[in-house]
């Protein structure tokens, strides 16, 4: 039957997802998959362990794992990596940029050099260096420096330095 994940309609023992019968598809089977080419030039494999992966013409795969994560990769080279149980994002572009979207809507952009941007929700915006100098703007235009030393300077909106902090001041 189709769609019901037994012998005809998908894998034996794997997923519910559907498994299109049509005469026009060609199909191959293997231990623990079934692979279906369809006229458009999509083709189609189902896993046993209930994956399934669709490769389009145009170069775009997509898997979708038993377990709800789905991974996209796309012909220029993003990999777009959806975990399902955290409900949080990962992109990985061909440039080496990594960027992770969390439910929070906290977005975190990390770049080869080791340097990170984090965008909070109330538009903080927090860049780690790969100095180690940290560096925090907060919505009011308010910036925070923390050094590795741990020397701290606060700078207004305006840009003057407000205040200067040594080491573990008020811990």
Do not use: C
């Not at 149980?85 to 990962?90: D, G, K, L, P």
């Not at 790969?130 to 050094?147: A, I, K, M, Q």
């Amino acid at each position: 039957a189709v769609g019901d994940g037994g012998v005809g309609g998908g894998v034996r023992g794997g997923s519910s997802a559907p498994v299109p019968d049509d005469d026009k598809v060609r199909s191959s089977a293997e231990a623990g998959k079934l692979e279906r080419k369809f006229p458009d030039g999509r083709s189609v494999v189902w896993y046993s362990n209930g994956t399934h992966k669709e490769r389009m013409p145009d170069g775009k795969v997509t898997v979708k794992f038993a377990n709800g994560d789905i991974k996209k990769t796309s012909p220029n080279g993003v990999v777009t990596y959806y975990y399902a149980s955290a409900q949080t994002t990962h992109i990985t572009q061909p440039d080496g940029v990594e960027i992770f979207e969390f439910p929070s809507r906290q977005v975190e952009r990390h770049f080869p050099d080791g340097s990170k941007e984090i965008s909070f929700p109330d538009n903080t915006r927090k860049l780690i260096r790969n100095d180690g100098v940290h560096e925090s703007t907060f919505p009011d235009g308010v910036v925070l420096r923390e050094y590795p030393s741990g020397r701290r300077e606060v700078v207004g909106a305006d840009g003057v330095v407000q205040e200067e902090l040594e080491g573990d001041v008020g811990r």
